[in-house]
């Protein structure tokens, strides 16, 4: 079975506050997502990586950046939350070109 | 860049009625749909997908049509049970791995 892990399912920090949200899969695979689900707008990619230290903006990268320094870990970094980064934030893998994405449990990041 | 509209955002049915949803796409050049399922407080899962080559794939009880003239596509489910009750999303794919979702539709099944 494919999995895929995140560090942590709640989150609560300040403003201003430098963010790590962590992503591990155990299937090798190529591609590493990072998206926020918000009521009413669906899954936003944020970032993606198809390769280790490889990354691509998605529609949404304005006040992130993200990390791939080995194959399974991909991490997402908010580098001074703000309250409009609340949401909650689903990580997915999948290998190369149109496989499945499987996403982790999410993280649901409170910014106060 | 691609965007993908989703309706209705949310749908109720009763048990054993069928379930439609649509999505429409901006851009010709995707050629990649699938469908993931979200239950209440767990992960997005794939349910099914079809690829620009093909108009129409079934899986027991669901299906995906497509038309690529018209840009849009459409989650069947027949024969609705309780357990299908959760949020789908549509998806396209535009690049070689990146998707655009649509926003979702929850789907409520009354016994």
């Known amino acids: 079975d494919v999995k895929v892990t995140q560090s942590s399912r709640y989150l609560v920090k300040r403003t201003g506050e430098k963010v790590f949200l962590e992503c591990v899969q155990d299937?090798?695979?190529?591609?590493m997502f990072w998206y926020r689900q918000d009521p009413g707008l669906g899954l936003r990619l944020i970032y993606f990586?198809?390769?280790?230290?490889?990354?691509e903006k998605g529609d949404i990268p304005e006040g992130y950046s993200v990390s791939r320094e080995k194959k399974e870990r991909f991490s997402l970094i908010l580098e001074s939350a703000s309250t409009n980064q609340t949401s909650m934030y689903l990580c997915a893998s999948s290998r190369q070109v149109y496989y499945e994405q499987y996403f982790g449990p999410g993280t649901r990041l409170t910014v106060t | 860049g691609e965007n993908v509209e989703q309706h209705p955002s949310t749908l109720s049915v009763q048990e054993g009625d069928s379930a439609v949803i649509k999505c429409t796409y901006s851009?010709?050049?995707?050629?990649?749909f699938p469908w993931y399922k979200q239950e209440l407080g767990k992960r997005p899962q794939l349910i099914i997908d079809i690829r620009s080559n093909v108009g129409e794939k079934k899986d027991q009880r669901i299906a995906v049509t497509l038309n690529k003239t018209a840009k849009h596509f459409s989650l069947h489910i027949t024969e609705t049970q309780p357990e299908d009750s959760a949020v789908y999303f549509c998806?396209?794919?535009?690049?070689?791995?990146?998707?655009?979702f649509g926003t979702g539709t929850r789907l409520l099944v009354s016994p």
């Open positions: 998806a396209a794919s535009i690049s070689f791995q990146k998707l655009v």
């Open positions: 990586s198809y390769d280790v230290k490889m990354k």
């Open positions: 299937m090798d695979h190529e591609n």
């Open positions: 851009d010709s050049a995707s050629n990649y």
